[in-house]
């Protein structure tokens, strides 16, 4: 069951390609979330070309598998995993942000085939995955829900009202993950509002809890499998990342919560991560 | 002795009916489902009940996910949580993506009575109204409730629903046809038009009475719908009558009052005056006492319709 070392392989090679993708999006659009699109790439590679099911012709398959941003700000990484699962073309990635583009700023339900809800506020994409997962389990549907969270987005006290629900429901069909990267807009985490112990503050929940990293193929797609087999209770994997991964140019660098590449920093970052191919 | 029927009441009879008809209704309430009547629907399908707990934000979002799965869920608490606490979660999760969810709130207006001004609603039609793709409903009595509730079922899209704690008079036979956007001329009148909403509808009735026996013909017009808004409805009372008066149980400032003095000053300003809470909050007291203490009953009805006609030139 487990990833085998080639899945492994394209795995990264397919984060690696999409780290690229999503810079010269970023780049070529002006504004946009870098750093926070970056952290967690290898998690939406793993959960796209992995875990999920799906299928690009047929979006509202009513048997696809979900999956929420709810930290909607890294929407660059999104419509990048969309353009590479075959939802639109690539080229419509650098519409991202203009007037009239289905790629708004912020994912958008209604423009664009493949994201289940629009989002950008922060706090409410758990309850929204909850409510797929009450539904499916009303279904008998053995779809599963995933729903990618912030670090910072933990303040917002809506997160902690669904855990309780999703734990009370007992929805084992619901896999959420932190993108625990450790830096929000304001600076650290730690500093602005700390949320540290997460992992026992859902264990707390009653939720099955996983602490990995979030750049490590293996650790990520092993935590997917294993949360499939976690029964009566809903699973959190806390996956360690650093924001801006993937180039020295934005690695822990907490100005790039907002900001994009210039010109230069786009050359440096693409040089690296050409030469991250291995 | 006309029968009295409380718009909860009638809402939760509407859910089990509908339950009944329909597999995909669900319901979620946040721990008051014995007040908001949901509790009727989690009695004959309690698989398809979510108590969600004192969770209004949370309830909002699981709706909506409960939507996209292919669910038609109803959500219901007290208005002023429904559309106070989870505001923003409405906008978001709800109206932005066009959910197909109905927010059915239950102890809207001053009349929740005792319970004192933290849990009165006067500003929930305001606050929903201002939201795209919402629609505002506040039906008069229990007849037009069920028949909102099968209305709001069908239509496809986000949907507010205002319905209050007290028994009030039934107005409608059962072969009344509400239609979302239609407003109901009861009476056309001549003089001046009431334009009323929700419990007001049964006021304005008796305030018609009142100034009949003083040669006065005021019509009234029941608008359950507010938004979208019959501006046709409007406009031909007001070329009808050349005043117009609006009540509501509600701020007089974003709600029924606001709405029509937008329609109006747009295209046929005639006066107008509305009836309603006066930009203050709800306090605690009996509903009939309250109504008057605020100036809502029949007899503030009747004597801003003799104002109005004097504003008429």
């Known amino acids: 069951m487990a990833a085998t070392k080639e899945q492994i392989k394209t795995l990264e090679d397919k984060a690696r390609r999409m780290r690229i993708d999503i810079l010269k999006t970023l780049a070529g659009c002006g504004s946009g979330h870098t750093g926070g699109s970056l952290s967690a790439t290898d998690i939406v590679a793993a959960l796209y070309f992995y875990k999920m099911k799906y299928d690009p012709n047929k979006p509202q398959w009513k048997d696809r598998d979900s999956f929420i941003l709810s930290k909607g700000h890294a929407a660059p990484l999104l419509y990048t995993a969309l353009a590479h699962a075959g939802f639109f073309e690539h080229t419509e990635l650098c519409t991202l942000r203009k007037l009239g583009s289905r790629l708004q700023g912020h994912p958008d339900s209604k423009y664009l085939p493949g994201i289940e809800i629009s989002t950008g506020s922060l706090g409410q994409g758990l309850s929204v995955a909850n409510g797929i997962a009450l539904a499916h389990k009303l279904d008998k549907s053995p779809s599963r829900v995933y729903a990618l969270l912030g670090d910072g987005e933990l303040q917002e006290g809506q997160i902690w009202e669904a855990a309780m629900t999703a734990a009370h429901y007992k929805l084992d069909n619901l896999c959420a993950l932190v993108d625990n990267n450790g830096l929000q807009i304001d600076g650290p985490v730690a500093k602005v509002m700390g949320v540290e112990p997460i992992t026992d503050k859902w264990r707390a929940f009653g939720w099955e809890v996983f602490d990995i990293s979030g750049h490590n193929m293996a650790e990520i797609t092993a935590a997917l499998d294993r949360a499939e087999t976690v029964k009566g209770k809903p699973t959190m994997i806390v996956c360690r990342t650093v924001k801006g991964k993937g180039s020295s140019v934005f690695e822990g660098k907490v100005e790039f919560h907002g900001t994009t590449p210039s010109k230069e920093e786009l050359e440096i970052a693409l040089k690296e991560l050409a030469e991250a191919k291995c | ?313």
């Not at chain 2, 009940?49 to 109803?74: H, R, S, V, Y």
């Open chain 2, 1 to 313: 002795m006309t029968q009295k029927v409380a718009t909860r009441d009638a809402y939760g009879d509407a859910l089990v009916n509908l339950g009944k008809k329909r597999d995909d209704v669900v319901v979620l309430d946040a721990d008051l489902s014995g007040s908001t009547k949901t509790a009727k629907f989690a009695k004959v399908f309690p698989e398809r009940f979510f108590n969600i707990g004192i969770a209004e934000q949370d309830m909002m979002g699981t709706a909506a996910g409960l939507a996209i799965a292919g669910k038609l869920p109803f959500v219901s608490t007290f208005a002023v949580f429904a559309t106070g606490r989870a505001w923003e979660q409405i906008r978001q999760s709800i109206c932005y993506p066009n959910m197909n969810v109905k927010v059915v709130a239950s102890h809207a207006g001053v009349t929740v009575g005792e319970d004192g001004g933290s849990h009165q609603s006067v500003e929930d039609i305001a606050v929903m109204r201002v939201i795209p793709n919402m629609t505002v409903i506040v039906p008069a009595d229990g007849v037009e409730t069920q028949q909102a509730i099968d209305a709001v079922a069908e239509y496809k899209g986000p949907c507010y629903v205002r319905v209050g704690r007290n028994k009030t008079p039934v107005l409608f036979n059962a072969d009344y046809q509400f239609k979302i956007g239609k407003a109901h001329v009861f009476h056309e009148g001549k003089d001046a038009a009431i334009i009323a909403t929700g419990i007001m509808v049964a006021e304005a009735l008796v305030a018609r009475d009142m100034l009949k026996a003083e040669g006065i013909d005021a019509g009234v017009i029941n608008m359950s719908t507010i938004k979208p808004l019959d501006t046709g409805a409007v406009l031909s009372a007001a070329k009808r009558c050349g005043a117009i008066v609006t009540a509501e149980e509600h701020s007089i400032i974003g709600g029924l009052g606001g709405a029509v003095a937008e329609t109006l000053a747009e295209s046929t300003p005639v006066p107008l005056v509305r009836i309603g809470v006066k930009d203050t909050f709800g306090t605690s007291g009996d509903s009939d006492g309250l109504l008057k203490h605020y100036g809502l009953s029949a007899g503030d009805i009747a004597a801003a319709v003799k104002e109005v006609i004097k504003k008429k030139r």
